[in-house]
């Protein structure tokens, strides 16, 4: 096993949701619409809504990003709130947060990656 260390980070932007089962199918709709606007945001990568097959109705949405600026920027766009209010109204409860990576492995090598120090949570306005 090697390891590398590198001055580069990944963030990722997460959001649960927990959506009644009769309302799968809007609320999927709702965050497939919100991920097509936010996958052409600069600096957006791309999105992925994961249902979890231990747990009925809960979902979690992923989005991959260029770093801490491009997620900021979004998340104060004029668009922003009006958009993702149409995805949570869609969900019974909704909890948002962003992820760095600390270090990842492929083909037996690790990668640590070093994010910047002081990063903290982006909040939308309120």
Known sequence: MT???????????????????????????AWSEFAAWVSQRPGAGTLRLFRDVRNAGRFVA???????????EWKNS???????GRVVRQATEFEPTEYVTLAKATEGAVESLA?????EAIHAPS
């Open 3 to 29: 390891t590398e260390e590198t001055a580069t980070y990944e963030i990722y932007t997460s959001g649960r949701f927990q959506v009644e089962q009769s309302n799968e199918s809007d609320f999927v709709e």
């Open 62 to 72: 992923l989005g991959e990003w260029d770093d801490a600026d491009a997620v900021s």
């Open 78 to 84: 004029a668009e922003f709130k009006e958009r993702i």
């Open 115 to 119: 994010p910047p120090g002081g990063l």
